[in-house]
């Protein structure tokens, strides 16, 4: 025994590890160097991939052979594994909302013969809250092949729907409307911070479900007893989150088109920052979150594409070697649709290596082992021969000629550009000489800062005629 518990705690958890693994590689842990601290921790806070329908995801009420509800559901129950597994023409697929979770329900074809059942039509069916309206889909068999046996539910359904159980939808909506005032009056007595999204009744009028969003747990006991007395049905209370929360409302994304969750995705599917950056796109969370504050549900779409396609690169930071001289470098980038890497060499002193920075195509990486290798080789450029090439050359453009009749009175034809420099303004020439010698205009005797010269130049001719007296 004492053996045996040695060798288990020797043993490694391998489903651990794997778990551990593959939550480092769909992660972002390390801050990129060129991002600040609260753009990361807003990443890493849209990356949580704990939203999605919490009332018709609750796996814990799905058992084999157990009802689908514990209160509604009627006689709806799961198929139990001592159950046969259906056949794909006993099988109908419906949604109780767009775009919502697609559940299987079995149909025998000998009822479908009776009352046909196509897409696009309604039928009543119990669902887990109860009864509701739904809508039949196209089947698909390799969707078929895919479900377990326990995701089939047998004695849900019960009938096609009827022009009575719309109108009496109908009805019910604007008694939804008026039970969200009713809950958004009682809200504002209480004091509860919450937002309640969505009001819903079931057909047979036994239940209003309220669908709320709010940062934390709530206490809502007092809300439910005054609820209960207005409305004199069963309350029943949901709290969703914020993908929940932009699906029921609706709206339209950055690309212009309405919300892939409102229309297409019948499930959520979660979506990490390495697909982002697997996809050499910008890591700022206003461009690769959505309305809801969540990562884009379309970076997983060309997400599978993307790993495969990665699988002949090797990872960025990775050392990869030249083939002929082996010298060692870094991967800095991976571009899939360009279909090249670039590397960066460090400098060598000793080798006389100097810091390079380059870019290889997909052709020339090879994986030898663990190692990856590269065949630096440069393509020969095109040799054009000259002898093949025709000239072209450019026509020049035909004058048209003077005809006198369709010359107007006073057209002389065209004039000659020599006339035109005749009278052009000619600048004036650039005085080059130094300043001293420039010519000075005259002088100002205005100024008042300016000396009187009462310096008198004498004439010498007059000193001649002096002395000559």
Not at 111 to 124: A, F, H, R, T
Not at 211 to 228: M, Q
Not at 307 to 331: H, I, M, S
Not at 422 to 432: A, F, V
Request: aromatic residues 8%.
């Amino acid at each position: 025994m004492e053996n045996n518990k040695d060798n288990n705690e020797k043993r490694p958890n391998n489903r651990n590890n794997y778990h551990r693994n593959n939550y480092k590689r769909n992660t972002l842990n390390k801050k990129p160097s060129d991002m600040t601290e609260e753009e990361f921790r807003r990443l890493q806070d849209m990356e949580r991939n704990d939203e999605g329908f919490k009332d018709e995801d609750n796996v814990k009420n799905k058992k084999a052979g157990s009802p689908i509800a514990p209160l509604g559901g009627g006689n709806a129950i799961y198929f139990d594994y001592d159950d046969e597994a259906p056949d794909f023409e006993d099988i109908i697929s419906i949604q109780f909302q767009d775009a919502g979770k697609i559940y299987w329900y079995f149909h025998k074809r000998e009822k479908q013969e009776e009352v046909p059942l196509k897409n696009g039509d309604y039928i009543v069916a119990y669902s887990e809250r109860g009864m509701e309206l739904a809508k039949v889909l196209n089947k698909s068999e390799k969707e078929f092949k895919k479900q377990n046996k326990i995701n089939f539910i047998k004695n849900g359904y019960i009938r096609k729907a009827t022009k009575r159980d719309f109108e009496k939808a109908e009805r019910l909506k604007e008694n939804a409307a008026n039970a969200k005032r009713v809950i958004d009056r009682i809200n504002k007595d209480i004091g509860i911070k919450m937002k309640v999204v969505k009001v819903k009744y079931t057909l047979d009028d036994s239940k209003a479900i309220f669908y709320f969003s709010a940062n934390g747990r709530v206490d809502f006991r007092e809300l439910i007893k005054r609820l209960a007395y207005e409305l004199k049905r069963r309350i029943e209370m949901r709290q969703i989150g914020v993908r929940d929360t932009t699906k029921m409302m609706g709206g339209l994304g950055p690309c212009g088109m309405e919300l892939c969750c409102c229309k297409v995705l019948h499930n959520f599917m979660p979506v990490s920052i390495k697909m982002a950056k697997d996809q050499n796109l910008s890591l700022n969370p206003n461009k690769i979150s959505g309305i809801c504050g969540r990562l884009f549900c379309c970076l997983g779409y060309e997400n599978p594409s993307y790993e495969k396609a990665l699988r002949e690169y090797p990872e960025e930071e990775t050392a990869v070697y030249l083939k002929d001289t082996q010298r060692k470098g870094y991967v800095k980038k991976v571009n899939v649709i360009s279909e090249n890497i670039s590397v960066v060499f460090p400098e060598n002193h000793s080798r006389n290596e100097k810091y390079e920075e380059k870019t290889f195509p997909k052709d020339s990486i090879e994986k030898n082992g663990d190692r990856w290798l590269l065949n630096d080789f440069q393509p020969e450029p095109a040799v054009l021969n000259l002898k093949d090439v025709e000239p072209f050359i450019v026509k020049d453009k035909e004058q048209p000629k003077d005809n006198k009749k369709n010359k107007k009175d006073g057209d002389n034809g065209p004039k000659n550009n020599s006339s035109r420099n005749r009278y052009r303004r000619r600048r004036p020439k650039q005085n080059n000489k130094p300043a001293n010698e420039r010519k000075q205009g005259p002088q100002n005797n205005n100024n008042p800062n300016k000396k009187p010269n009462n310096s008198v130049k004498k004439d010498p001719k007059s000193n001649n005629n002096s002395q000559k007296k």
